[in-house]
């Protein structure tokens, strides 16, 4: 069983940078696609960015591209999200994710077999 567990969340002002970090452990990290995916209230969960297997690839929604960068070290169970330049519309928790597709086609949260609790990024108005 895979445990995901998310850190680095906080309270930032807009234009604000934030790392997020997700740490997994039990099993092996390089057979899976990696995402963050996020949720606002009331809304639906939201692809933000996957990478891939090996971190050769990796994609973003529009909303983040620019600003946010997906990185992973596989020697360290590891995956990050670097945001910059954040936005109100950034408020939402943060989750990583697991699964077992392609880094490129992947983008709903139930096409993933593992995810983690999540971890909140607020930036007021």
């Known amino acids: 069983q895979v445990q995901l567990v998310e850190s680095g969340g906080g309270l930032v002002q807009a234009g604000g940078s934030l790392r997020l970090s997700c740490a997994a452990s039990?099993?092996?990290?390089?057979?899976?696609?990696v995402t963050w995916f996020r949720q606002a209230p009331g809304k639906e969960h939201e692809f933000v960015a996957a990478v891939s297997r090996f971190g050769v690839r990796s994609y973003y929604a529009d909303s983040v591209k620019g600003r946010f960068t997906i990185s992973r070290d596989n020697a360290k169970n590891a995956v990050y999200l670097q945001m910059n330049s954040l936005k109100p519309e950034d408020w939402a928790v943060y989750y990583c994710?697991?699964?077992?597709?392609?880094?490129?086609?992947?983008?709903?949260?139930?096409?993933?077999?593992?995810w983690g609790q999540g971890t909140q990024v607020t930036v007021p108005t």
């Open positions: 039990g099993h092996t990290f390089s057979n899976y696609v």
């Open positions: 994710a697991l699964g077992s597709g392609a880094a490129a086609e992947a983008r709903s949260w139930s096409e993933y077999d593992y």
